[in-house]
């Protein structure tokens, strides 16, 4: 089992009461595996993934339970400990990339950025690596993109530069939060094909969040489904989506999806 999470909990405190957005969560996800979480907003999928990741601020919310990375758990990591594992091993996307990306820095600079941090690679290796993960990301001419700001580029190019930017090192897992909600209906499947590609070839495990059961079901094999932070069911995607067990799956599957139509800039892509 490559990540195996025990019991996961996230409180936190406010002035009122304690908030608990995720209670009693456990869930495996094996080497090479596509698993969804999808739910409503609030539901407590996103911070899941944040407190994988450890994005949840220390001093406002209490974490607790396991997530073993290998025999590594990971939530039992000191901030310098994490950042070993932050980006080379495990990688996150998030939903809008501008809100990530650096507006003043060319974006094959960000790219690089794992790089700079985690290796000894001198610049035109760390400049030939950092191509190839915009090529794996689907960036046509990495060359020409590399010298690029963000703000030149569409939304799709943008969300493709954040995944060239979580690849870069390759890294086992790969969570996306989100990645796909505001881009508009083509540009999102193209994303989708571009994940499965790097599943494919790559081998790279993905944890995939969606509120939307449209995507989740084209690209995850396995489903988790998330209602007040808490697992109402889980099981194999064909399993969940035709024959679900509870109410509220059924309820989710009954509803006509809903797609955010964002349409694309003029930019560049």
């Known amino acids: 089992m490559m990540l195996d999470i025990q019991n996961l909990s996230v409180t936190f405190f406010t002035r009122q009461q304690p908030l608990h957005v995720v209670s009693d969560l456990s869930l495996q996800i094996k080497a090479g595996e596509v698993v969804g979480i999808v739910g409503e907003s609030g539901s407590g999928k996103s911070m899941t993934a944040h407190a994988l990741m450890g994005l949840i601020h220390r001093a406002t919310a209490r974490v607790e339970g396991k997530a073993l990375f ?29 809100t990530s990306l650096n507006p003043t820095m060319r974006i094959g600079k960000q790219v690089e950025e794992a ?15 950092a191509l190839a993960a915009m090529a794996l990301a689907g960036l046509p001419h990495p060359e020409e993109l590399y010298p690029v700001y963000p703000h030149q580029l569409s939304g799709g190019m943008r969300q493709r530069v954040m995944i060239a930017s979580a690849l870069v090192l390759r890294p ?46 084209a690209l995850c094999s396995r489903v988790v489904v998330m209602r007040e932070g808490k697992i109402v069911e889980a099981g194999e995607a064909d399993q969940v989506f035709y024959h679900p067990k509870e109410e509220y799956t059924k309820l989710l599957i009954s509803s006509r999806p809903t797609r955010n139509k964002g349409k694309e800039d003029s930019a560049i892509g």
């Open 70 to 98: 290998g025999d590594v758990d990971l939530l039992s990591l000191s901030r310098r400990e994490l950042r070993e594992y932050q980006g080379k091993e495990l990688s996150i996307i998030f939903q809008e990339p501008m």
């Open 115 to 129: 790089l700079r941090l985690h290796t000894g690679l001198g610049r035109r290796e760390r400049r030939n690596k």
């Open 172 to 217: 086992r897992l790969l969570i996306a939060d989100e990645p796909t909600t505001a881009l508009d209906v083509t540009i999102q499947a193209q994303i989708l094909d571009t994940l499965k590609e790097i599943n494919r070839r790559e081998g790279t495990a993905i944890l995939f969040i969606s509120h939307d059961l449209a995507v989740i079901r």
